[in-house]
């Protein structure tokens, strides 16, 4: 991705449009630009990629009247509600669905495009509504201290050449295969990520790089993600312990035995707050989903729940909670790069995570109502 961005086509793309759109109501433009950051994690299962485009998110606000809270919820906030609805995810859904043998990605597709449309419209309406507040009173900014000493930016608009329009024909491209190779069940191990790599190549040459500045490139977006790949790291550690001390498995069997006994629906709702409690401790949400869809999806036979709620639950209990851990690399990696406090960062999520775990229930109670099945 940060090959991609190097090549400056999507800043040109964005600059086309915002020059388009200047004196047009800026703020709702807002929605337009978080869309393809809500979508990319959505389609790949990839957040983390997303910090690439941040900067970029940054200075957009900025140039537009707003502050770099506000970049970071158009980039960060909405690749984040995109990797929760887990629409084409093998990481996420493809690993859950695998284990209580339902089809791969293919199984309750709309119900979770439903969920996406819902979850999409939270997050442009908490960001919006943000947006709109900064642009009224600077003064209000949840980050106005940064604001005050940052240097004055100004979004250079760059011209959409040739080059850079056969670059954006060539990223959509790769993703349309990432799509196709979710629904045809490839290995994403090993095809997802050479799929990345060739886009990258292939770009890189169609913008005029050789060998040498692809490789540079792809080296210099690694630095960007260090720190949240630390973060991750030794968040993987501690997991490593839990399970290897056993205590993870105490841990689920304790949490899961609360949910036995409750009324159909009320169990749905149960095992969405089960396994965002479950999250804290197994960050991997292939690792999560290995741990404890084993245990919950006889529990969810035991509640009267169909094997596709079950997956919704851990689908939104991973995500939803993954928009205020520390341990989680997209958010921590974001605050590092934005300059914004954890506790900043915080004050602002949480308005979004309420938001969604209502969401998150009401779709868990239709979906236990109606015995959603698996197509």
Known sequence: FHVIESTQSTRALIGKFMKTLKGRGGIF??????????????????????????????????????????????????????????????FSTGTAQSLVGLPVLSSGLWFRILGAVLLFAAAAFWTVRYAWMVKKDPTKSYCYDLERNASEQ??????????????????????????YAALAGWDFKTRFPAIFIIMAVVIGLTAGY????????????????????????????????????NITDTIVHALSSLV??????????????VQSVLNCFIIS????????????????DVLGLTQQTVVMAFLYGDGF?????????????ACAISGITYPQYMRRAIR???????IGFIMLFIAATIKLGPF
Do not use: W
Not at 45 to 52: D, H, I
Not at 233 to 241: A, E, H, R, T, Y
Not at 285 to 300: D, K, R, V, Y
Not at 352 to 358: G, I, K
């Open 29 to 90: 433009f807002i929605p337009l630009l978080m869309l393809p950051f809500f979508m990319l994690p959505a389609i790949t299962g990839n957040g983390e990629s997303m910090l690439a485009f941040l900067p970029l998110g940054i200075l957009i606000a900025r140039s537009m009247g707003f502050d770099a809270m506000t970049g970071l919820c158009i980039v960060t906030i909405a690749s984040s509600t995109g990797y929760c609805t887990g629409l084409f995810s093998a």
């Open 154 to 179: 100004e979004a250079e608009i760059v011209e959409l050449t040739t080059r850079r329009k056969l670059c954006l024909v060539e990223f959509l491209l790769g993703i349309c295969t990432i799509v």
């Open 352 to 358: 979004h995570y309420a938001s969604y775990m209502v």
């Open 285 to 300: 949400s292939s690792g999560q989903a290995a741990a404890t869809i084993p245990i919950m999806s006889p529990l969810g």
């Open 210 to 245: 050789d060998a040498n500045k692809i490789a540079s490139t792809f080296v210099d977006g690694a630095k960007v993600v260090l720190v949240g790949a630390l973060v991750t790291g030794f968040s993987k550690g501690i997991s490593v312990i839990l399970a290897d001390a």
């Open 260 to 273: 036995v006994g409750l009324p159909t629906q009320i169990g749905a709702m149960a095992m969405l707050l």
């Open 321 to 333: 909670s993954n928009l205020l851990l520390p341990m989680n690399a997209s958010i921590m990696g």
